[in-house]
């Protein structure tokens, strides 16, 4: 709902970007074609958002966190930055008493890099930043299986990051075309492989050559 | 080349004939009620498309379940013609739409895909006769398979240099007479009193071989146009078939590569199996000829177990079922289109 009602104020504005999702950061740090086959083409982005979200809300929801007395827990809060053109979710934000902000952000993946979820989190306390016009230095990582937390400082090259991410993503997104297969470990696990098709284009001299043979009866098939 | 690290699933149709049939869903299992008695209990899971043949009831619940899920809900007439589709919004791709639109309005574009579609049909229609061919202990008949063979070979040698649609339509329109004039001999001769194929005849059908092929083409060209809905492509804008409205020209070209290998040869061994007999034909007055009831049960049964079947694609490498090669083509369709790949290569049965 927030992110059309954006679209539409930012599409009345000449020049001013589509807003981009806060977990296109994510899905392009992964694999800058899986960002593209998601938030360019669309394709089969539900079935990839659901079952993430469904895994992470899972965790969001179980009990035991540490809920200070007097802390405000918002869960799955809408976020948005006009100036940065970003829209997307939280996890689960902390209001503390004296005004504080702390955007937490859940993990439940083995082998993640924590640079990428910092920068998603600095994209996070960005948009609080600009939602309550007040600054939020801090974030946190929690990570389900350790049931450890982490605290992030939004320093300033973390800001650049975020900034970066956005103009590379938006140049791919603008131009329309789909960035070549990274064709290796990462295929294994990405859910958009089917779709994608990375070893096939991966192969492309045999597939030319298959290509070549045709229209010929006597040449094998590929 | 790696084994495919892509796992396929066969999107299971549930197909639902009896007349006055009630399919609501309980829970997550879709419930098949018959007379108020329950006949079928299937895990919503298991089901990737729900096909009603007829006057079938189903429930606004499981209606709304289906488009949620992405599943689509299709209604057919009683004799298996398209009638229409309830389908959930995962078809957004609207840059692969434009890239569709795109080739189809550069001659050239249309050509190269409509050649690559046509090469694709000769070369299985070919293998059919071939092996047809091998298997009979005719040598007459497998000499006329084979000389049939040779001549869609030289209609395939000359598709490369059809200037345009109209010419390749011709060479293609020439090889199916010539296909359609042997395919009969692939028929056992203990089976032919009942089935001959005096050629192809459609609208409607006038002998029990063309009534199975026209039922099984209609069963194909559903497969073919959910597999182009799903990945976002627009059944309607073709490159061989022309555009008129109602008519899913694209699941129609993609079609055409799958006839020959999926629907006839499949028509072929029912026949020659028995497991399709004079009983399951209805003859009208006048000449046409249609599958009745319980022999379209029998199709459709048959059917449902070929596409678990597998099949080694040669491109992959990787062993698919045959219920997902219209999907497979259908991706690397679009990838095409995308500018991925140099062009569309169709699926090629092995010989
Ligand atoms: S399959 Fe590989 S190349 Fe394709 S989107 Fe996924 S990670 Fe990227």
Redesign the pocket.
């Known amino acids: 709902m927030l992110a059309s009602v954006y679209t539409t104020a930012a599409s009345d504005k000449v020049g001013t970007p589509d807003p981009i999702a806060i977990s296109a950061l994510q899905h392009w740090a ?5 960002c593209a ?1 998601i938030h360019q083409e669309q394709s089969f982005a539900d079935n990839l958002h659901t079952a993430r979200g469904q895994a992470v809300h899972h965790l969001v929801d179980q009990p035991g966190e540490a809920i200070k007395a007097g802390v405000k827990i918002e869960r799955s809060l809408p976020l948005w930055s006009e100036r940065l053109g970003l829209v997307g979710k939280a996890d689960l934000v902390e209001i503390h008493p004296d005004g504080a902000i702390l955007p937490v952000e859940y993990k439940h993946g083995r082998k993640r890099q924590a640079r990428h979820d910092d920068i998603q989190l600095a994209a996070q306390a960005l948009c609080l930043e600009e939602m309550f016009d007040r600054p939020v230095p801090h974030g946190a990582i929690y990570h389900a299986s350790s049931h450890r937390r982490r605290e992030v400082a939004i320093d300033a090259s973390l800001r650049a990051a975020v900034s970066e991410a956005l103009t590379a993503i938006r140049t791919m997104l603008a131009s329309g075309r789909l960035p ?5 470990r ?2 294994r696990e ?4 089917e779709l ?3 070893e096939l284009i991966a192969e492309r001299e045999r597939f030319k050559r298959a290509l070549s043979g045709l229209f010929d009866p006597d040449s094998e098939a590929a | 080349m790696p084994a495919s690290q892509t796992t396929y699933q066969v999107q299971n149709s549930l197909y639902v004939m009896t007349p006055g049939a009630y399919v609501h869903l309980d829970n997550t299992t879709v419930r098949i009620e018959i007379e108020r008695e329950t006949r079928l209990r299937v895990p919503l899971h298991h089901v990737g498309s729900l096909v009603c043949f007829g006057n079938i009831m189903v429930s606004p619940a499981l209606m709304h379940r289906l488009a949620d899920e992405g599943k689509s809900l299709i209604l057919l007439d009683s004799s298996g013609r398209f009638k229409a589709r309830l389908e959930g919004p995962v078809s957004g791709n609207i840059l692969l739409r434009q890239a569709q639109y795109r080739a189809n309005e550069n001659k050239n574009g249309s050509i190269t895909i409509a050649r690559a579609i046509i090469a694709g049909k000769l070369r299985n229609s070919r293998s059919v006769l071939l092996r047809g061919a091998r298997e009979t202990q005719n040598a007459d008949e497998s000499a006329q398979l084979t000389a049939a063979a040779e001549s869609l070979a030289a209609s395939l040698r000359a598709v490369p240099g059809s200037p345009d649609l109209d010419s390749l339509r011709g060479t293609e329109g020439e090889a199916a007479r010539r296909y359609f004039s042997v395919l009969g001999l692939i028929v056992k001769p203990a089976m032919r009193e009942h089935f001959s194929l005096p050629g192809r005849s459609r609208r409607p059908p006038r002998d029990r071989l063309n009534a199975v092929l026209s039922f099984l083409y209609s069963m194909l060209m559903n497969d073919c146009r959910s597999a182009l809905e799903s990945i976002g492509l627009d059944p309607q804008l073709g490159f061989l078939h022309a555009v008129r409205p109602g008519r899913a020209a694209l699941a129609l070209d993609i079609q055409e590569e799958f006839r020959s290998i999926l629907a006839d040869r499949f028509a072929l061994t029912l026949i020659n199996r028995s497991q399709l007999t004079v009983k399951d034909f209805d003859q009208r007055e006048g000449g046409s000829v249609l599958l009745n009831d319980q022999g379209r049960r029998a199709v459709v049964a048959a059917w449902q177990e070929r596409k678990l079947e597998e099949i080694t694609h040669p491109l992959l490498e990787t062993k698919v079922p045959i219920g997902i090669l219209p999907f497979v083509q259908a991706r690397v369709l679009a990838r095409f289109l995308r500018g991925d790949l140099d062009g569309y290569l169709p699926f090629l049965a092995k010989t």
């Open positions: 992964y694999c800058p074609r899986q086959l070549p297969p990274v064709n290796d990462r295929c990405c859910s958009l492989a994608c098709q990375p």
